[in-house]
């Protein structure tokens, strides 16, 4: 399944607006200090989204807002079999992977990593199935 993570300034309004405007079942926010994210879910019939709003300090969704404060689209996720040799594959043709390439623990308790905008100006979040 893919999901998309949003950058939003507000979780509580973003999930708000999810919930009124398109019906869709929203949890409620999570504090994720380990992780230094405020995070909602919206779920819709074929559709996960991630409502992402920074927790204090410096972090990839605070510099994000940083560029666009009224927040969007920070990544699209897609779950992979192999998370290593999906890695190793892109990396043989061309692509960056962020940070020192090694998977971390996403906050769904589940290797992942980012793969640099480079797929048409999207950034890319791969996570273990």
């Given at each position: ?5 949003i ?6 309004k ?9 019906g ?11 992780h230094?994210l405020i ?11 991630e ?5 204090g ?27 290593a040799?999906?890695r190793?594959h892109l ?8 940070g020192d ?6 906050w769904h308790g ?10 048409c ?9």
């Amino acid at each position: 399944m893919a999901s998309a993570g949003i950058a939003a300034p507000d979780v509580e309004k973003a999930a708000g607006l999810y919930r009124d405007w398109l019906g869709a079942d929203v949890s409620a926010p999570r504090c994720l200090p380990e992780h230094g994210l405020i995070v909602a879910t919206v779920s819709l019939v074929n559709t996960q989204i991630e409502l992402l709003q920074p927790m204090g300090g410096r972090s990839p969704v605070g510099e994000f807002l940083e560029r666009y404060p009224e927040g969007g689209l920070h990544h699209l996720c897609y779950q992979v079999d192999d998370l290593a040799a999906a890695r190793n594959h892109l990396r043989t043709q061309g692509c960056h992977v962020l940070g020192d390439g090694e998977p971390q623990i996403g906050w769904h308790g589940k290797p992942m990593l980012f793969i640099a905008d480079e797929l048409c100006g999207v950034r890319v979040l791969l996570e273990e199935a």
